[in-house]
């Protein structure tokens, strides 16, 4: 059973706009969560990270939301650019605190962004 | 380039050959990690490495399977007798792991193995 569930496999934003990703978790205890972009023919680079302390993180066009009591966390990007069309994902590490442990992830979620 | 490099990018076999793939870490790296990523799935963990001692192993790394990190810097995993079920992307990452801290696991291209 899928533990980090990205139910959209797909996504079309014109560029300059807002695009939503959407991730849900199941189990209460994950503490600490991470998106991750992925192009064709690369591997999975690290995007941006969210502790349960918090409920939001900015990195620039980069914002992710999370909301513990829905067990939902969200990645936005304003203003949409077509450089960022790739495979975006959702991870949690095992272990607690954040601590290093194999990341479990989502199915991922292909973002286009149309010029 | 000093980032996670793999080697072959690509494999082709047929089954019930014996495969090894290569990993070859960002530098000064302690931990060592391998995934699976099948068509519509996100990587799959397989198993990691703290310096030389592989410390966590997934149920998804069958008796076929084996990895090695033996000077604590690059690592091979080996799959005998491959099924087509093998058939994968098999993602390398690697992280300087503090103890109680997230650090970041960069990741390799990948090796590609389509089992015939």
């Known amino acids: 059973d899928q533990q980090v569930k990205q139910n959209s496999p797909s996504l079309s934003v014109q560029e300059g706009r807002i695009s939503i990703l959407n991730c849900d978790y199941t189990?209460?205890?994950?503490?600490?969560f991470l998106w991750y972009k992925k192009y064709p023919a690369e591997g999975p680079t690290f995007l941006i990270s969210?502790?349960?302390?918090?409920d939001k993180n900015e990195d620039g066009r980069f914002t992710v939301f999370l909301n513990k009591s829905a067990k939902h966390l969200s990645l936005h990007i304003v203003p949409s650019q077509p450089g960022d069309s790739a495979v975006y994902f959702c991870?949690?590490?095992?272990?607690?605190?954040?601590?290093?442990?194999?990341?479990?992830f989502g199915k991922g979620t292909k973002l286009s962004v149309k010029p | 380039d000093t980032g996670v490099s793999q080697d072959p990018r690509h494999k082709i076999t047929k089954r019930g050959q014996n495969v090894t793939f290569r990993c070859d870490p960002i530098?000064?790296?302690?931990?060592l990690y391998w995934y699976r990523q099948t068509l519509g799935q996100g990587p799959e963990f397989l198993t990691y490495?703290?310096?030389?001692?592989?410390?966590?192993k997934s149920r998804l790394l069958s008796d076929r399977f084996s990895a090695e990190r033996p000077k604590g810097s690059f690592s091979t995993l080996e799959i005998q007798r491959t099924e087509q079920g093998d058939s994968a992307m098999y993602l390398c990452?690697?992280?300087?792991?503090?103890?109680?801290?997230?650090?970041?696991?960069?990741f390799g291209p990948g090796t590609r193995l389509t089992v015939l």
């Open positions: 189990n209460s205890m994950f503490d600490y």
């Open positions: 530098s000064e790296h302690n931990r």
């Open positions: 969210i502790s349960s302390i918090k």
């Open positions: 490495f703290q310096n030389e001692a592989q410390l966590e």
């Open positions: 990452a690697s992280s300087f792991g503090l103890a109680g801290a997230w650090n970041e696991q960069f």
């Open positions: 991870a949690t590490p095992t272990g607690s605190g954040g601590s290093q442990g194999n990341l479990i």
